[in-house]
């Protein structure tokens, strides 16, 4: 019996592994997009740089009213086949980078995105509760959070060098083969036509629109949309931009000249190369004694802190250093909240509970770019939008001193 046990643990394990890993691979396109778009959007036949938030904001809106479609589809069928299909849109929308011009091809291609996606963070959180051990929330949706986030990586990193080199055209085609890779992984490794219908809620009356989750649950998803609307939305969306605003579009750093796109590329793609191994650490830190709730706190407060001061130019090494911060902070902010989400998802039934919280999630992430780009038209545009952004994330740190989980206590919290 322990040996079928450790040999299912293994199973599950290596499941969760390989949804991070396809995940990684369809990432690549949309990751290379948020440090190219803002600086090389003449060159994708766009007309303004507003165009550029609304794309960068889009794929996000039209996963509102897709996630609870995907949830209840995902309900119904394999895991396996959702993710096939959502590894082939990412390659027609990531090779389409390459040969779509105008705002429209633009426009149709991130929705199409949009859908791949959210097949690929449903089925992916939702693995992740189901198959992780119930006393490890934190570590698995830490190594989860970590490797997916390679594809960000790569992304980011080889599109912010290469593409004022070899053109936004050949990056796209480029990623968009690699993005393939996702076919072979599933195909080959990945065991099991798993049915994401076991983790239906028991013995509890389900509302249509998921306003019972929503309700018993309101300091989870709140956090969930704000965090996401900082870090995936706003700081993300707008840290090129941000560059050029302080230094220019070449940045002089220890004597060594630093084009803004690969500058950005870089700084973002530190966060992802600590990914794996901070988020799994930070993960294993909360599942202990003290809970996830100091560790949300703390990391709230310190981005407080660190997020107004990027909006502010200070010289270029010591700003770098200020930036790195506010990216470690996100490493704790995003896997402390998906864990507390992950512990909270069982009664509810995974699919479901996921499904509501990738809505408020994608809601966050949309607003993001959308409101950040507006205030930038803006004079002082950039201190007012990371000032805000400082102002919530003190809000959620009072809010969880003050209200906790009241109503809703479940270790580890």
């Known amino acids: 019996m322990f040996a079928i046990h450790i040999e299912n643990n293994n199973k599950h394990k290596r499941n969760i592994v390989i949804i991070a890993l396809v995940t990684a691979c369809c990432l690549l396109g ?30 996000r809106f039209v996963r509102l009213p897709l996630n609870p479609l995907v949830g209840w589809m995902y309900e119904r069928i394999p895991l396996k086949k ?73 992304g980011m990193l080889v599109g912010g060098v290469l593409t004022p080199f070899l053109g936004l055209t050949w990056i796209s085609l480029s990623f968009g083969l690699v993005s393939g890779i996702g076919v072979v992984l599933l195909g080959v490794f990945f065991q099991g036509e798993t049915l994401l219908s076991k983790s239906r809620s028991k013995g509890r009356k389900k509302s249509i629109l998921g306003l019972d989750i929503l309700k018993h649950h309101v300091l989870i998803m709140s956090s969930g949309f704000f965090i996401t609307f900082i870090i995936q939305g706003v700081l993300m969306a707008t840290l090129s931009s941000l560059i050029i605003y302080h230094y220019g579009e070449e940045v002089k750093v220890l004597n060594v000249i630093i084009a803004a796109s690969a500058l950005s590329g870089g700084l973002q793609a530190l966060r992802w190369m600590w990914e794996p191994f901070l988020a799994t650490k930070v993960g294993l830190w909360s599942d202990g004694s003290k809970g996830r ?117 479940q270790r580890p919290i």
């Open 82 to 154: 959702g993710l096939l299909f959502a590894v082939i849109l990412s390659v027609i929308t990531t090779a389409g980078y390459g040969l779509a011009t105008g705002f429209l091809a633009w426009l149709i291609l991130r929705c199409l995105w949009g859908l791949a996606w959210a097949f690929l963070r449903i089925g992916g959180l939702s693995t992740v509760a189901v198959h992780g051990d119930p006393h490890k929330q934190g570590e698995a949706m830490g190594l989860y959070n970590g490797l997916h986030r390679l594809g960000s990586l790569v």
């Open 30 to 59: 949309d990751s290379m997009l948020y440090i190219a778009l803002p600086i090389y959007w003449r060159e994708a036949g766009l007309d303004g740089i507003w165009q550029v938030g609304v794309l960068l904001a889009v794929n």
């Open 293 to 409: 709730k100091p560790f949300l706190i703390g990391s709230l407060l310190v981005g407080s802190v660190s997020f107004p001061l990027l909006a502010f130019s200070f010289f270029p090494l010591i700003w770098i250093l200020i930036t790195i911060g506010a990216l470690l902070t996100s490493t704790a902010l995003t896997t402390l909240i998906d864990a507390i989400a992950a512990d909270h998802s069982q009664k509810a039934g995974a699919v479901r509970f996921f499904t509501y919280y990738t809505v408020v999630q994608d809601m966050g992430a949309a607003c993001g770019p959308f409101i950040g780009y507006l205030l930038l038209s803006f004079t002082f545009g950039y201190e007012i939008l990371y000032i805000g952004c400082a102002t919530l994330l003190v809000v959620l740190a009072v809010s969880w001193s003050v209200r906790g989980t009241r109503g809703q206590e």
